[in-house]
Protein backbone atom coordinates (compact mmCIF):
# COMPACT_ATOMS: atom_id res chain seq x y z
CA UNK A 1 0.00 0.00 0.00
CA UNK A 2 0.91 3.54 -0.37
CA UNK A 3 3.32 4.47 2.45
CA UNK A 4 4.66 8.12 3.00
CA UNK A 5 7.19 8.83 6.05
CA UNK A 6 8.04 12.21 6.42
CA UNK A 7 11.02 13.40 9.11
CA UNK A 8 13.60 16.02 9.72
CA UNK A 9 11.39 18.26 11.56
CA UNK A 10 11.94 19.95 14.82
CA UNK A 11 13.13 23.42 16.47
CA UNK A 12 15.09 26.51 14.86
CA UNK A 13 15.31 29.67 15.45
CA UNK A 14 14.24 32.86 13.48
CA UNK A 15 16.82 32.82 9.94
CA UNK A 16 17.64 28.77 10.29
CA UNK A 17 16.96 26.58 8.23
CA UNK A 18 15.95 22.52 8.07
CA UNK A 19 15.52 20.25 5.23
CA UNK A 20 12.56 17.55 5.49
CA UNK A 21 12.32 14.32 3.44
CA UNK A 22 9.45 12.29 2.65
CA UNK A 23 10.12 8.48 2.13
CA UNK A 24 7.98 7.26 -0.40
CA UNK A 25 6.27 3.38 -0.92
CA UNK A 26 3.74 1.48 -2.64
CA UNK A 27 3.55 3.04 -6.10
CA UNK A 28 5.71 3.91 -9.02
CA UNK A 29 7.66 7.06 -7.64
CA UNK A 30 9.11 8.49 -10.56
CA UNK A 31 5.91 8.77 -12.23
CA UNK A 32 3.85 11.28 -9.70
CA UNK A 33 3.72 14.41 -8.57
CA UNK A 34 4.98 14.75 -4.69
CA UNK A 35 3.68 17.82 -2.47
CA UNK A 36 4.47 19.31 0.36
CA UNK A 37 1.49 20.96 2.50
CA UNK A 38 1.68 22.37 5.69
CA UNK A 39 -0.95 23.47 8.63
CA UNK A 40 -0.64 25.57 11.44
CA UNK A 41 -3.00 25.92 14.25
CA UNK A 42 -6.76 27.14 13.62
CA UNK A 43 -5.50 27.16 9.83
CA UNK A 44 -6.50 25.43 6.74
CA UNK A 45 -4.20 23.00 5.26
CA UNK A 46 -1.84 24.84 2.28
CA UNK A 47 0.05 23.46 -0.49
CA UNK A 48 3.79 24.75 -0.05
CA UNK A 49 5.34 23.55 -2.83
CA UNK A 50 4.98 20.96 -5.66
CA UNK A 51 7.69 19.24 -7.85
CA UNK A 52 6.14 16.89 -10.94
CA UNK A 53 7.74 13.48 -12.40
CA UNK A 54 9.54 15.56 -14.67
CA UNK A 55 11.25 17.89 -12.74
CA UNK A 56 8.72 20.81 -12.73
CA UNK A 57 8.27 23.10 -9.35
CA UNK A 58 5.62 25.33 -7.90
CA UNK A 59 5.83 27.40 -4.88
CA UNK A 60 3.50 29.28 -2.40
CA UNK A 61 4.12 32.87 -2.55
CA UNK A 62 5.26 33.07 1.12
CA UNK A 63 7.97 30.78 0.51
CA UNK A 64 9.61 31.45 -2.86
CA UNK A 65 13.57 31.81 -2.52
CA UNK A 66 13.25 30.44 0.67
CA UNK A 67 12.11 26.87 0.20
CA UNK A 68 13.42 24.47 -2.50
CA UNK A 69 11.54 20.91 -3.59
CA UNK A 70 13.78 18.11 -4.88
CA UNK A 71 13.39 14.74 -5.95
CA UNK A 72 15.26 11.79 -6.06
CA UNK A 73 14.01 8.72 -8.04
CA UNK A 74 16.59 6.59 -6.98
CA UNK A 75 15.59 6.47 -3.51
CA UNK A 76 12.34 6.92 -3.54
CA UNK A 77 12.19 10.72 -2.12
CA UNK A 78 11.13 13.69 -1.74
CA UNK A 79 12.74 16.70 0.18
CA UNK A 80 12.07 20.02 1.40
CA UNK A 81 15.38 22.29 1.90
CA UNK A 82 14.07 25.14 4.14
CA UNK A 83 15.92 28.45 4.76
CA UNK A 84 15.47 31.56 6.31
CA UNK A 85 13.08 30.26 8.14
CA UNK A 86 10.23 32.78 9.92
CA UNK A 87 7.87 32.31 13.00
CA UNK A 88 5.06 32.25 10.66
CA UNK A 89 6.61 28.55 9.21
CA UNK A 90 5.74 27.32 11.81
CA UNK A 91 3.32 24.22 11.22
CA UNK A 92 2.77 20.30 10.49
CA UNK A 93 4.36 19.65 7.69
CA UNK A 94 2.95 16.60 4.91
CA UNK A 95 4.31 14.80 2.28
CA UNK A 96 1.66 14.29 -0.26
CA UNK A 97 0.73 12.46 -3.47
CA UNK A 98 -2.26 11.07 -5.61
CA UNK A 99 -2.69 7.42 -6.71
CA UNK A 100 -6.25 7.42 -7.28
CA UNK A 101 -7.25 9.31 -4.25
CA UNK A 102 -4.71 11.51 -2.15
CA UNK A 103 -2.23 9.54 0.21
CA UNK A 104 -0.45 11.75 3.45
CA UNK A 105 1.87 11.05 5.94
CA UNK A 106 1.82 11.49 9.07
CA UNK A 107 3.00 14.95 9.38
CA UNK A 108 6.65 16.44 10.90
CA UNK A 109 6.58 19.27 13.32
CA UNK A 110 8.50 22.61 12.37
CA UNK A 111 8.60 24.84 15.13
CA UNK A 112 10.43 28.15 13.92
CA UNK A 113 10.83 30.32 17.79
CA UNK A 114 13.83 32.12 18.92
Known amino acids: QVQLVESGGGLVQPGGSLRLSCAAS????????MSWYRQAPGKERELVAS???????NYADSVKGRFTISRDNAKNTVLLQMNSLKPEDTAVYYC????????WGQGTQVTVSS
Open 51 to 57: ITNGGST
Open 96 to 103: NTNVWKPY
Open 26 to 33: GFFFSNNR
